[in-house]
Nanobody
Framework: VQLVESGGGLVQAGESLRVSCSAS????????MGWYRQAPGQARELVAR???????DYADSVKGRFTISRDNAENTLYLQMNSLKPADTAVYYC?????????????????WGKGTLVTVSS
């Protein structure tokens, strides 16, 4: 599975931005997908994730401001970010969690994109 993020950029505080992630390859194995971010000098953290059935989960810091969605037909993941703050400045990474069922059980894999930079100025 290959993941390519797009849509990052420089915005001012209070503005909105939408980042996208296009998946290709053996996408039929993808179950959950998510967005993570990593700010300079900090660990990578979960921003939001969405299951194959559409259930969502958000970090407390983005609840009410960010919305994750996916278009399964187009193999595309989105993150709509509203009311952006300087604290949201980070590289945003797309993640795909794959599950392959085998006779003995299942194998699970995580795939990552290379990231897209979001910078929010004050």
């Amino acid at each position: 599975v290959q993941l390519v993020e797009s849509g990052g950029g420089l915005v001012q505080a209070g503005e909105s931005l939408r980042v996208s992630c296009s998946a290709s390859g053996r996408t039929e194995c993808i179950e959950a997908m998510g967005w993570y971010r990593q700010a300079p000098g900090q660990a990578r953290e979960l921003v939001a994730r969405i299951s194959s059935g559409g259930s969502t989960d958000y970090a407390d810091s983005v609840k009410g401001r960010f919305t994750i969605s996916r278009d399964n037909a187009e193999n595309t993941l989105y993150l709509q970010m509203n009311s952006l703050k300087p604290a949201d400045t980070a590289v945003y990474y797309c993640n795909a969690h794959c599950v392959v069922h085998i006779i003995e059980g299942k194998n699970e894999f995580d795939y990552w994109g290379k990231g897209t930079l979001v910078t929010v100025s004050s």
